[in-house]
Protein backbone atom coordinates (compact mmCIF):
# COMPACT_ATOMS: atom_id res chain seq x y z
CA UNK A 1 0.00 0.00 0.00
CA UNK A 2 1.22 3.55 -0.89
CA UNK A 3 -0.25 7.06 -0.66
CA UNK A 4 -0.70 8.70 -3.77
CA UNK A 5 1.09 12.45 -2.89
CA UNK A 6 -0.24 15.53 -3.67
CA UNK A 7 -4.28 16.13 -3.64
CA UNK A 8 -6.50 13.89 -1.84
CA UNK A 9 -7.78 10.97 -4.19
CA UNK A 10 -11.55 11.92 -4.02
CA UNK A 11 -10.63 15.93 -5.13
CA UNK A 12 -12.06 16.91 -8.69
CA UNK A 13 -8.93 17.78 -10.51
CA UNK A 14 -6.74 17.17 -13.85
CA UNK A 15 -4.92 14.26 -14.61
CA UNK A 16 -2.24 16.53 -15.30
CA UNK A 17 -2.33 17.62 -11.89
CA UNK A 18 -2.44 14.84 -10.61
CA UNK A 19 1.24 13.82 -12.79
CA UNK A 20 2.57 17.19 -11.71
CA UNK A 21 2.06 16.19 -7.98
CA UNK A 22 4.24 13.22 -8.60
CA UNK A 23 6.94 14.85 -10.55
CA UNK A 24 7.28 17.33 -7.33
CA UNK A 25 7.61 14.52 -4.84
CA UNK A 26 10.16 13.18 -7.03
CA UNK A 27 11.94 16.28 -7.14
CA UNK A 28 12.00 16.15 -3.68
CA UNK A 29 13.12 13.05 -2.75
CA UNK A 30 15.92 13.49 -5.69
CA UNK A 31 19.25 15.73 -5.10
CA UNK A 32 18.92 19.35 -5.49
CA UNK A 33 19.46 20.10 -9.05
CA UNK A 34 17.41 23.13 -9.92
CA UNK A 35 18.26 23.36 -13.47
CA UNK A 36 17.95 19.64 -14.26
CA UNK A 37 14.73 19.77 -12.30
CA UNK A 38 13.43 23.05 -14.65
CA UNK A 39 14.46 20.81 -17.83
CA UNK A 40 12.45 17.39 -15.99
CA UNK A 41 9.62 19.75 -15.34
CA UNK A 42 8.97 21.13 -18.98
CA UNK A 43 9.66 18.01 -20.53
CA UNK A 44 7.08 15.97 -18.38
CA UNK A 45 4.31 18.63 -19.06
CA UNK A 46 5.47 18.89 -22.51
CA UNK A 47 4.62 15.34 -22.85
CA UNK A 48 1.42 15.37 -21.00
CA UNK A 49 -0.02 18.20 -22.98
CA UNK A 50 1.27 16.32 -26.88
CA UNK A 51 -0.47 13.24 -24.95
CA UNK A 52 -3.65 16.02 -24.52
CA UNK A 53 -3.31 17.82 -27.75
CA UNK A 54 -3.28 14.32 -29.86
CA UNK A 55 -6.76 14.03 -29.42
CA UNK A 56 -7.88 17.53 -30.18
CA UNK A 57 -8.61 18.83 -33.85
CA UNK A 58 -6.88 22.26 -33.11
CA UNK A 59 -3.87 22.23 -30.80
CA UNK A 60 -0.71 21.18 -32.06
CA UNK A 61 1.88 19.21 -30.02
CA UNK A 62 4.99 19.99 -29.30
CA UNK A 63 7.35 17.38 -30.20
CA UNK A 64 4.86 14.85 -31.29
CA UNK A 65 3.90 14.93 -34.96
CA UNK A 66 7.38 16.76 -35.81
CA UNK A 67 11.20 16.44 -35.60
CA UNK A 68 13.58 18.21 -33.49
CA UNK A 69 16.91 17.91 -33.06
CA UNK A 70 17.23 14.81 -35.24
CA UNK A 71 14.10 13.15 -33.38
CA UNK A 72 11.70 12.10 -35.07
CA UNK A 73 8.50 11.52 -33.41
CA UNK A 74 6.25 10.29 -36.07
CA UNK A 75 2.32 10.53 -35.52
CA UNK A 76 -0.36 11.30 -37.96
CA UNK A 77 -4.00 11.55 -35.95
CA UNK A 78 -5.58 8.88 -33.16
CA UNK A 79 -8.49 7.20 -34.52
CA UNK A 80 -11.64 8.23 -33.20
CA UNK A 81 -12.88 7.50 -29.11
CA UNK A 82 -16.11 6.80 -28.25
CA UNK A 83 -14.52 8.49 -24.78
CA UNK A 84 -11.75 11.30 -25.49
CA UNK A 85 -11.34 12.11 -21.65
CA UNK A 86 -10.48 8.44 -21.40
CA UNK A 87 -8.06 8.15 -23.65
CA UNK A 88 -6.37 11.68 -22.92
CA UNK A 89 -6.18 10.75 -18.97
CA UNK A 90 -4.62 7.07 -20.33
CA UNK A 91 -2.11 8.45 -22.99
CA UNK A 92 -1.06 11.19 -20.78
CA UNK A 93 -0.52 9.09 -17.25
CA UNK A 94 1.75 6.59 -19.49
CA UNK A 95 3.74 9.14 -20.71
CA UNK A 96 4.40 10.97 -16.91
CA UNK A 97 4.89 7.77 -16.09
CA UNK A 98 7.43 6.23 -18.50
CA UNK A 99 9.40 9.53 -18.44
CA UNK A 100 9.48 9.98 -14.59
CA UNK A 101 10.73 6.28 -14.08
CA UNK A 102 13.51 7.10 -16.41
CA UNK A 103 14.61 10.16 -15.71
CA UNK A 104 14.58 9.63 -11.43
CA UNK A 105 16.00 5.77 -11.91
CA UNK A 106 19.51 6.70 -10.60
CA UNK A 107 18.09 9.32 -7.95
CA UNK A 108 19.04 8.72 -4.25
CA UNK A 109 14.95 7.92 -4.01
CA UNK A 110 14.63 6.17 -6.26
CA UNK A 111 12.86 3.30 -4.74
CA UNK A 112 10.06 5.89 -3.25
CA UNK A 113 9.48 7.39 -6.23
CA UNK A 114 8.87 4.04 -8.02
CA UNK A 115 6.37 3.56 -5.31
CA UNK A 116 4.89 6.76 -6.09
CA UNK A 117 4.34 6.48 -9.94
CA UNK A 118 3.07 2.91 -9.26
CA UNK A 119 0.67 3.99 -6.89
CA UNK A 120 -0.59 6.92 -8.87
CA UNK A 121 -0.99 4.21 -12.19
CA UNK A 122 -2.49 1.47 -9.77
CA UNK A 123 -5.06 4.35 -8.24
CA UNK A 124 -5.89 5.88 -12.16
CA UNK A 125 -6.27 1.86 -12.87
CA UNK A 126 -3.71 1.64 -15.68
CA UNK A 127 -1.25 -1.19 -16.12
CA UNK A 128 2.56 -0.49 -15.90
CA UNK A 129 3.19 -3.71 -17.56
CA UNK A 130 1.71 -2.36 -21.14
CA UNK A 131 4.99 -1.27 -22.74
CA UNK A 132 3.72 -0.83 -26.42
CA UNK A 133 4.46 2.00 -28.16
CA UNK A 134 2.97 0.63 -31.58
CA UNK A 135 0.49 3.57 -32.21
CA UNK A 136 -0.94 1.98 -35.36
CA UNK A 137 -3.25 -0.05 -32.89
CA UNK A 138 -5.45 2.81 -31.65
CA UNK A 139 -4.21 2.45 -27.96
CA UNK A 140 -4.33 5.16 -25.44
CA UNK A 141 -1.56 3.77 -23.56
CA UNK A 142 0.92 3.38 -26.84
CA UNK A 143 0.39 6.49 -27.38
CA UNK A 144 1.87 7.61 -23.98
CA UNK A 145 4.34 5.52 -23.99
CA UNK A 146 5.29 5.96 -27.29
CA UNK A 147 5.52 10.15 -26.15
CA UNK A 148 7.32 9.22 -23.78
CA UNK A 149 10.11 7.45 -25.79
CA UNK A 150 10.07 10.36 -27.98
CA UNK A 151 11.32 12.61 -25.08
CA UNK A 152 13.94 9.97 -23.60
CA UNK A 153 15.68 10.15 -27.13
CA UNK A 154 15.17 13.56 -27.22
CA UNK A 155 16.51 14.37 -23.78
CA UNK A 156 19.52 12.15 -24.75
CA UNK A 157 20.61 14.71 -27.44
CA UNK A 158 19.47 18.24 -26.37
CA UNK A 159 23.11 18.90 -25.13
CA UNK A 160 22.31 18.72 -21.59
CA UNK A 161 24.99 15.33 -20.80
CA UNK A 162 22.18 13.55 -19.23
CA UNK A 163 23.99 10.39 -19.41
CA UNK A 164 26.52 11.46 -17.81
CA UNK A 165 24.38 12.69 -15.05
CA UNK A 166 24.47 16.18 -16.47
CA UNK A 167 28.46 17.04 -15.74
CA UNK A 168 29.25 20.44 -18.00
CA UNK A 169 31.57 19.75 -20.93
CA UNK A 170 32.09 23.56 -22.02
CA UNK A 171 31.68 26.68 -19.43
CA UNK A 172 35.09 27.06 -16.97
CA UNK A 173 34.90 29.61 -14.31
CA UNK A 174 36.93 32.90 -14.32
CA UNK A 175 37.48 32.74 -10.92
CA UNK A 176 38.91 30.45 -8.61
CA UNK A 177 36.45 28.31 -5.81
CA UNK A 178 35.65 29.95 -2.65
CA UNK A 179 36.45 28.12 0.23
CA UNK A 180 33.99 29.19 3.01
CA UNK A 181 36.44 27.78 5.92
CA UNK A 182 39.22 29.88 5.01
CA UNK A 183 39.11 33.17 5.99
CA UNK A 184 38.39 36.26 3.28
CA UNK A 185 38.72 35.51 -0.48
CA UNK A 186 42.03 36.56 -1.90
CA UNK A 187 42.05 34.33 -5.12
CA UNK A 188 38.93 36.48 -6.52
CA UNK A 189 39.77 38.04 -9.91
CA UNK A 190 36.78 39.17 -11.47
CA UNK A 191 34.23 40.72 -9.06
CA UNK A 192 31.62 40.72 -11.84
CA UNK A 193 31.96 36.94 -12.89
CA UNK A 194 30.65 33.75 -11.10
CA UNK A 195 32.26 32.41 -8.41
CA UNK A 196 32.11 28.50 -7.63
CA UNK A 197 31.63 27.30 -3.93
CA UNK A 198 34.59 24.83 -2.57
CA UNK A 199 32.69 22.98 0.30
CA UNK A 200 34.01 20.40 2.53
CA UNK A 201 30.86 19.10 3.18
CA UNK A 202 27.39 19.35 1.24
CA UNK A 203 23.97 18.10 2.32
CA UNK A 204 20.97 19.49 0.27
CA UNK A 205 16.98 19.81 0.77
CA UNK A 206 16.10 16.30 0.70
CA UNK A 207 18.90 15.16 3.33
CA UNK A 208 21.39 13.83 0.56
Not at 76 to 91: F, H, N, V, Y
Not at 135 to 159: E, K, M, P, Q
Request: glycine residues 6%; charged residues 20%; proline residues 6%.
Amino acid sequence: ANFVPGVAPDDDVSIARRWSEVLLQAIRNDYARPTVHARNLFHISSAMYDAWAAYSEVEIPWLLGTTRAGVDCEFSSPPEMADTESARSQAISHAAYRIIRHRFVESPGADQITSDAKAMMGFLGFDTNDTSTDISTGSAAALGNHIARCYIDLGLVDGANEENSYINRYYIPVNEELRPELPGNPKISDLNRWQPLLLVEFIDQAGN
